[in-house]
Structure formats: structure tokens, C-alpha cells
């Protein structure tokens, strides 16, 4: 998976959001349950670091081929990044170390 070096340039021209890549954890990623990389040159963005919206995904995925609700995962972009994905019911938690990289307030018309 580390190895994985997708064409960005082919990749911008299909119909995709994103680009999800996953694979149990073996060899020097055999401490977790799973790995992926999250690729989006179309939408500028050449490889997502870490992705909690595809660990969303993944999770439940992940859990039904391994019988458990409790996973832990590592997406293994150049950057690299732990992810806790618990199932409950028919939400996703996910915990791990996050960066803020915008702040902000949204105020929807009629709301006060």
C-alpha cells in the first residue's frame, strides 16, 4: 500500500470525488486492522494525509469482513495518521490526533 503511486493527472479526469485504497494490515502495518490512502487531484487535492470521511466508510467495511465493531486503522500517506473507528449502531466514531486547519461560525438565515 505504501507503495502505491497512482497517476494523479489520469485520476483528475475520471468522475470521482475521491479515490479510497485499503488493505489489511500486514508487514510493518500488521499492528492494525486495516491501511488505506484517500486520493482527489480532481478536487485539488493530490492525497488526502488522513481521512476521516473515508474512515466512515472503511470502517463498516473493514467490520464486516472481521466480525468487530472496534477497529483501528492507519492510513499510511506520506504523513501517516492512527485512526480509532468504533461502530455504533449505524454511526461511526472515530478517534485519534487531529489538526484544525480552518475555524469558523455559520449563521443560517432566520436563526438567531
Not at 44 to 72: M, N, Q
Not at 95 to 107: D, N, T, Y
Amino acid at each position: 500500500m505504501r507503495a502505491l503511486r497512482p497517476d494523479s493527472a489520469a485520476l483528475a479526469k475520471l468522475d470521482l470525488y475521491a479515490l479510497i485504497a485499503t488493505a489489511p494490515g500486514s508487514g510493518a502495518d500488521a499492528d492494525v486492522d486495516f491501511v488505506s490512502r484517500t486520493f482527489a487531484p480532481g478536487h485539488g487535492i493530490p492525497e488526502d494525509p488522513v481521512t476521516g470521511s473515508a474512515h466512515c466508510t472503511l470502517a463498516p467495511f473493514w467490520a464486516k469482513r472481521l466480525g468487530r465493531t472496534h477497529l483501528e486503522a492507519r492510513q499510511v500517506s506520506p504523513r501517516t495518521g492512527e485512526i480509532e473507528c468504533t461502530l455504533v449502531g449505524d454511526r461511526v466514531l472515530l478517534r485519534g490526533h487531529a489538526v484544525k486547519v480552518i475555524e469558523g461560525r455559520m449563521f443560517l438565515r432566520g436563526q438567531a
